[in-house]
Nanobody, 123 residues
Framework: QVQLVESGGGLVQAGGSLRLSCAAS????????MGWFRQVPGKEREFVAG????????YYADSVKGRFTISRDNAKRTVYLQMNSLKPEDTAIYSC????????????????WGQGTQVTVSS
């Protein structure tokens, strides 16, 4: 069974940084595009960032562009999300997702999901 396990969430003050990790197992990781999404209770899941299987292509939501960086290490089967200059509106549960094909911002097109990690940014 495919597993995606996120870590690195927590409580941080506005302006601070966090680095999220998503470790994959039982999946041909290097052949999957990866995405990070976030969700606040009562709201739809929101695309944050995506990266191609090779790491050569990345895509970001406008709300995080210039502040967040997605990267991957295929040897470690892990995708990362470096979050800088955090704002209270970045508070959400962050989840990683895997897709066999190209990056997409549409959540339903991803094949596998992690359980998520909470990120809370205080003002």
């Amino acid at each position: 069974q495919v597993q995606l396990v996120e870590s690195g969430g927590g409580l941080v003050q506005a302006g601070g940084s966090l680095r999220l990790s998503c470790a994959a197992s039982r999946i041909a990781f290097s052949t999957y595009a990866m995405g990070w999404f976030r969700q606040v209770p009562g709201k739809e899941r929101e695309f944050v960032a995506g990266i191609s299987w090779s790491g050569g292509n990345t895509y970001y939501a406008d709300s995080v562009k210039g502040r967040f960086t997605i990267s991957r290490d295929n040897a470690k089967r892990t995708v990362y999300l470096q979050m800088n200059s955090l704002k209270p509106e970045d508070t959400a549960i962050y989840s990683c997702a895997a897709r066999k094909m190209t990056i997409t911002t549409t959540a339903v097109r991803y094949d596998y999901w992690g359980q998520g990690t909470q990120v809370t940014v205080s003002s």
